[in-house]
């Protein structure tokens, strides 16, 4: 896939995807299939298809540039993007500014690593299970932090750090 500015192809994207979801024994993470970090609708419907009873969310980190979290809901999914700018330059970070109606920032794709990256959606997205989004607001503005570290941090807030980690360490990340 060609996207601006540079030359992506699929087994390039680096990362992972998960699945998080909360039982009444604890949190269950599982792996999503790695199409999942180049398409929202995928991820989407990865998620959909889990049909479990209790809350359920994503975490992409898509080449630890930035992150997704998705939760899919009756009436669309809630997203976060931790980093808009990422939508120059790649479409899964663009498919999540246009599902929020956002517009892609108008940027050089020589100059996306000289502009301070900004989230767009929704920060209240897991504050239902325990991360206010006051907190996500600042995990999401630490920009000394890669993505994997905030994802580390949202699984430490919520409880299910120790689960992420298991999954990450199979995978080999």
């Given amino acids: 896939m060609v996207t601006a500015g540079r030359d992506v192809s699929e087994n390039e994207v680096d990362g992972y995807a998960v699945a998080v979801v909360r039982e009444e024994s604890g949190w269950k993470v599982s792996t999503l299939e790695t199409s999942a970090l180049d398409s ?5 419907k990865q998620l959909r298809d889990l049909r479990a009873a209790g809350a359920v969310f994503g975490l992409l980190d ?4 930035f992150f997704i979290v998705v939760r899919p809901a009756p009436s669309g999914a809630r997203l976060l993007l931790s980093d808009a700018t990422a939508a ?3 479409d899964i ?3 999540v500014l ?23 959606g929704d920060l209240s997205l897991l504050a239902d ?6 907190v996500m ?3 999401v503005g630490d920009s000394d932090l890669y993505a994997d570290e905030q994802l580390g941090m949202i699984a430490a807030r919520l409880g299910f750090a120790d689960e992420l980690a298991q ?3 199979d995978l080999g990340h």
């Avoid at 956002?102 to 989230?119: A, G, K, Q």
């Avoid at 299970?129 to 006051?134: H, I, R």
Wanted: net charge negative; proline share 8%.
């Fill in 40 to 44: 929202l609708d995928d991820a989407e």
């Fill in 93 to 95: 970070a663009a498919d």
């Fill in 129 to 134: 299970l325990g991360l206010p989004d006051g």
């Fill in 167 to 169: 999954v990450l360490d």
């Fill in 137 to 139: 607001s600042i995990i």
């Fill in 62 to 65: 898509v080449d630890d540039e």
């Fill in 98 to 120: 246009d599902r929020l109606n956002v517009e892609i920032p108008d940027l050089d794709p020589d100059d996306v690593d000289d502009v301070d990256p900004w989230e767009e």
């Fill in 88 to 90: 120059v330059d790649y």
